[in-house]
Every structure is written in C-alpha cells, then in structure tokens.
C-alpha cells in the first residue's frame, strides 16, 4: 500500500457548482479525517470517520458541506453551491484504531472556486 | 478547545546549522504531540512525534523536547540540509478514544547552502 491518496489533486470551479473530493485511506485504516488547510495556516479539523460512521463535525463544516463513508472504506467530501471562501487545500487523513492515533495524510485537494 | 502557538513563522539557517521550532499548547489534557513536515505541493508528512510519558525523544538528526508543566514542546534540527526545507507543523491532541489534532500556523524553514 502506498499511502493516503486523494483525487483530483487540484479542481476549478465556478462559484455556485457543487463538487465532490474522494479519499482512499491505507488500507488497514478505519479511521479517517478531513481537514482543510488555507495558505498561510495549518490544517483545521472538519470531521472524522471511524469505520461508516461520522462521529464528529466541526463548526467550519456548514451545511452546504457534507461526508460519507459508505462502506468503510474510501469517503467522499462534497461542497455544493461553492463560494470563493471555500478555496482551500483539502487534506483526508487515516489512521489505524490505537490509543494514540498516528494520522497519515494524503497528498490533499486543491480546489480554487472563480 | 485547544490552542497550539507556533513560532517562529520563518526561520532562515545556513547548511549544517541547528533549527529550533517552539509551540505551546492550552489544554493539559492533551498528551500526544507530532510533528509533520509539509513541502510545497504535498500533504504533510509525520516526522515525529512524542507522547506525555517521556520528556525526550531523538530518531537520527531530529529530537524532540516536551514540557508539560510549561505546556510547551520544541523541534530540533541538526546538522540542516537544504533538503530540510520545508513548512513543519506542531500538532496536540487528547490520545484515547477518537482524538483530532489541533495544528500549529507553521514554521517556513530555509536551508541555505
């Protein structure tokens, strides 16, 4: 296994289309976490995942943001009506079930709402 | 909920030089605390970390200190490389049942040859 992956790595959209980001986590990994990183900051938690089920959101993930996990396995971000504002960089992150919880990252999502 | 400071923002050393990124932290629940190295372009990578348990911990050119009774923990960086440059990241977080990290603003090191 090779990693987090994440697809597509950089995504332009107009304001108001909706798009969606997937996340393959390693493969033994049932937890997984989105986060999203604007320049000049570090990542900021938006939810997380552990197996199917979304455990928590953060305050930043608003309505029109929403996550699935469907199977366990790979999961899904998607932002409808895009606003400028949510031109960020994307990041899933995985980790295995342990007390300390090691999170790997992807490479991110590079979105740039027009 | 937790705050992690981080500074310097920049910090610009010639080759072979030693690099040292403090961050303080808010919560004295929190008991894991990693570090990533992010380069431009690519997600952060997991260089270290060090958990409440130990005060120290050292893998090759890279060790890490922390303080809990100041609620403060360092990176250092020896001998740097222009290979080491990159934006690091400090994280904290509460380890046992589900637990996010909260990251610091980053730290830009230059590496100069």
């Known amino acids: 296994d090779t990693g987090v992956s994440q697809d597509p790595r950089h995504k332009i959209t107009k304001r108001g289309q909706n798009v969606t980001f997937r996340c393959d986590p390693i493969?033994?990994?049932?937890?997984l976490y989105w986060y999203r990183q604007t320049l000049g900051q570090g990542p900021e938690f938006l939810t997380y995942?552990?197996?199917?089920?979304?455990?928590?959101k953060s305050r930043l993930l608003s309505d029109r943001f929403s996550a699935e996990r469907p199977k366990g396995s790979f999961s899904t971000l998607e932002i409808q009506r895009t606003e400028q504002g949510d031109s960020a960089m994307y990041l899933c992150a995985s980790s295995y079930r342990d007390y300390y919880n090691e999170q790997f990252f992807g490479p991110g999502t590079r979105l740039t709402v027009l | 909920g937790e705050n992690v400071e981080q500074h310097p923002s920049t910090l610009s050393v010639q080759e072979g030089d030693s690099a040292v990124i403090k961050c303080t932290y808010s919560d004295s629940a929190s008991n894991y605390f990693p570090w990533y190295k992010q380069e431009l372009g690519k997600g952060p990578q997991l260089i270290i970390d060090?958990?409440?348990?130990?005060g120290e911990k050292k893998d090759q050119r890279i060790a890490v200190t922390l303080n809990k009774t100041a609620k403060h923990f360092s990176l250092h960086i020896t001998e740097t490389q222009p290979e080491d440059s990159a934006v690091y990241f400090c994280a904290a977080s509460r380890a046992g049942g589900y637990s996010t990290l909260t990251f610091g603003k980053g730290t830009m090191l230059l590496v100069s040859p």
């Open positions: 995942f552990q197996n199917e089920a979304q455990l928590e």
């Open positions: 060090i958990r409440s348990n130990v």
């Open positions: 493969s033994e990994h049932n937890r």
